[in-house]
C-alpha cells in the first residue's frame, strides 16, 4: 500500500506553479488540494505559503516561503519521520546531471538530480542540515571521470569520508530515473578510499563532443573553440557562457578559423 504523500495547498500560483514543476522533476509523488475540499487520509504533510498558513487545519505544515528545494527537502524529511541516523550515506552517479540518493540507516530519504556536477555540493549540505547523522559518508561511481573528479573536488571542504565504487557492480536501468535508480545502487555498494583532490582532464573524446553540443545548442552556426570547451569540461564555464564569448571573439582574416 501506498505511503503518505505530499499535499500542495495555495492560492499563490507562482508558487503552485514552482512546487509542483520541482517536485515532478524531482519525481516526488503529490496532491493538489483545495481550500474548499476536506483533506484526504493520504496526505502526509503539507506545502503552502506562510499567508495561508491559518488557514490550514493539519499538523504537518511547511511553507515554502523559505525556498522551493527547501520547502520540499523539509517535507519528505516529516514524511520520513527519522529525526536523527546513525549514519547517512550519499550515492551519487556522475554525469552531467548527477543523480543523487541519500540513504539513513539502510532507507531511502531522498532523491535527486543535480544540475551539474559542482550542484551536488548544494544537495550534500542541504542532505546534512535536514537528515542529522553521527556518521556522513559519500559514494561515488567510478565512471564519467571528469565529472567525478568535479565532484569530489567541490565537496573536498566538506571533508567527507569519500569512497569510489566500480559501477560495474551496479545495475543499468532503463527508466527516466535511471541516474537515480543508479545513485541508490552506489549508496548500497561499498568502494575504496578517494583522495581529497583529482585533477580534472577532460579527453579530446569530451572535448570533441562539447564542441558538437554547442553547435546544437546555437542552431548550428557556432561551435565553440577547444580552449572553451575546456573550461566547460572542467566547470568553469556554462555552455551559455563559452558560447556569448565564442559569439565575441572576432574571425580571423580570411577565413570562419579554426575550431580549436
Do not use: W
Not at 569510489?164 to 535511471?178: F, M, P, Q, Y
Not at 557556432?222 to 564569448?245: C, Q
Request: charged fraction near 30%; charge should be neutral; glycine fraction near 8%.
Amino acid at each position: 500500500m501506498p505511503g503518505p504523500v505530499i499535499g500542495i495547498l495555495t492560492e499563490d500560483f507562482r508558487m503552485y506553479h514552482d512546487l509542483i514543476s520541482a517536485l515532478k522533476e524531482m519525481d516526488i509523488p503529490f496532491h493538489s488540494l483545495s481550500f474548499s475540499e476536506d483533506i484526504p487520509p493520504s496526505i502526509g504533510v503539507i506545502i503552502t505559503s506562510r499567508a495561508e498558513l491559518p488557514k490550514v487545519e493539519f499538523d504537518r505544515v511547511v511553507t515554502a516561503d523559505i525556498g522551493i528545494q527547501f520547502a520540499i527537502h523539509m517535507a519528505r524529511k516529516l514524511l520520513s519521520g527519522k529525526e536523527a541516523c546513525g549514519e547517512i550515506v550519499i550515492g551519487i552517479d556522475p554525469g552531467r546531471r548527477p543523480g543523487v540518493a541519500v540513504i539513513g540507516d539502510g532507507t531511502v530519504l531522498h532523491t535527486a538530480m543535480a544540475r551539474d556536477p559542482e550542484d551536488v555540493l548544494n544537495i550534500v549540505e542541504i542532505a546534512i542540515l535536514m537528515y542529522p547523522a553521527e556518521r556522513v559518508r559519500v559514494r561515488i561511481g567510478h565512471g564519467s571521470v571528469t565529472e567525478r573528479n568535479r565532484i569530489i573536488n567541490v565537496l573536498a571542504p566538506l571533508r567527507l569520508d569519500t569512497e569510489i565504487v566500480d559501477e560495474k557492480s551496479t545495475t543499468n536501468k532503463l527508466s527516466r530515473t535511471a541516474d537515480v535508480d543508479a545513485a541508490i545502487e552506489i549508496a548500497f555498494s561499498p568502494g575504496y578510499i578517494a583522495d581529497r583532490k583529482y585533477a580534472v582532464i577532460p579527453t579530446d573524446g569530451e572535448l570533441r563532443d562539447i564542441q558538437r553540443r554547442s553547435r546544437l545548442q546555437s542552431g548550428q552556426n557556432v561551435t565553440i573553440s577547444r580552449g572553451l570547451a575546456e573550461g566547460v569540461a572542467k566547470g568553469r564555464l556554462t555552455m551559455d557562457e563559452a558560447l556569448e564569448l565564442q559569439r565575441r571573439r572576432k574571425p580571423r582574416r580570411g577565413g570562419r578559423g579554426r575550431e580549436e
